[in-house]
């Protein structure tokens, strides 16, 4: 039987949800990334680092909800924060203490973080950032690195997508405000040199899309070096990277001081929720004036659901247990293992491919002309042409719907691990990988393959 039929046939009650979801969802979802061809896995319950879906089947989860879950699926503390403060309320409309308790977790954490403004999500922490540095600099551009990603406002979409579509719906004149550049240090100094209207810098701070294209060694700090000369202010976005490559993120990492950070995901704990960390003189543009002071800029900030009394649990709860380090190392131990075991696969088969990654994430790049690395890969040593076209779509649907019916359940181009994925689970993950390779072969959906 085909993988598509297989697919079909395992998974009569997903299809039969997706069925009743695509007469009231578009495309019967609620996230792009979520999309799949003939029809998109439902999941009942999760717990630790497994997913049960509506047909009872377990799945080994590699989405861990879009990253969010550095603990894994029902953490008992963080539940028992969630389900107490629940109890006590989910929303006083007024101040409270987890939420100080949440903002003194994050700043004692990022090294930059002097002050910090919550937000709903990731995306609201892009959108808010970018406004503190046109706010304070007085200037309208932005500048974006191609297929970096910031969540879907309309400051942040230009040139985020692989297949380099337009983004519609974005009025020309917001778009003409965000000029992108290839991740090229020598393109930014001269848009630095020769613009007098740029207001900051946004990057992501794995590269591209969670690390698809990674950035070249030490991007980062000259970035850092030309924006302060330049006066230009540097934004960077550890949505991702933030508290899970370690527990100061990325620039603890590296030593680099971004005037702004965007945070969410694991921030959050596994609930919705996003913030704004930098430089306290940047965030006091959202302080109210003091009574007989002069009255300089205030940037306005609403939002029902900021630092709701849910997700400031939630993150309190998560940040106190991932502060020490301990859950990052094992989680990304446990990627290194799966990297390293998916690549050897690979060599087995004799596929032209690689898995790569950084931290606790790997990425999947099957195409032609890449030679499977021997041990792990940051995805440094991968040619930039072949890391940039990725892996062909149907082959990626495929080996989506292939894994799946073999117990895995993918990410995108790759996946994400929590510190609570065991060796089994990578022992398991490497055999439905082996399995699904097979599958796909036998299609002759693999490059080289004539299908
Ligand atoms: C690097 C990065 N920035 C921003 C976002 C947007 O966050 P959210 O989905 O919470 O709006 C994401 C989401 O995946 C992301 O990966």
Known sequence: MGIEAEYAERHPNSRRLAERA??????GVTHDARYLRPFPVAVER??????WDVDGHELIDYV?????????????????????QAQRGTHYGAGHELEVRWAELVCGLVPSAEAVRFTSSGTEATLMALRLARAATGKPAVVKFERHFHGWHDYVVAAARYDGSAPAGIPEEALGTVVVLPV?????????????????????????????????????R??????????????????VTGFRWAPGGVQALEGVRPDLTALAKVLAGGLPGGAVAGRADLLGLLAFPEPGKPRGVKVGHPGTFNANPLSAAAGVACLQLVSEG????????????????MNSVLRDLDIPGAVYGQASVFRILLREGVEPPDGDSDGLDLPDDALAAGTESETLRLLHLAMICRGVH??????ILSAVHTSEDIARTLEAWREALLALRAEGALPGDDA
């Open 22 to 27: 695509r007469r009231v969802l578009p495309s």
């Open 46 to 51: 999760a717990a630790g680092s497994r997913k």
């Open 184 to 220: 090229d240090i020598a393109a930014v100094r001269e848009t630095l040199a020769s613009r007098k209207d740029i207001a900051a810098v946004i990057v992501e701070a794995s590269g591209a899309s969670m690390g698809t294209v990674p950035l070249p060694r030490g991007f980062l």
């Open 326 to 341: 301990e859950p990052q190392r094992t989680a990304s131990a446990r990627a290194r293992a799966l990297r390293e075991g």
């Open 222 to 239: 000259e970035l850092a070096g030309i924006c302060r000369d330049a006066g230009v202010l540097l934004v960077l976005d550890e949505v």
């Open 410 to 415: 993918l990410f995108g181009n790759g996946g």
């Open 64 to 84: 861990m909800g879009h990253g969010a879950l550095l603990l894994g699926h029902a953490h008992p503390v963080v539940t028992e924060a969630v389900v107490r």
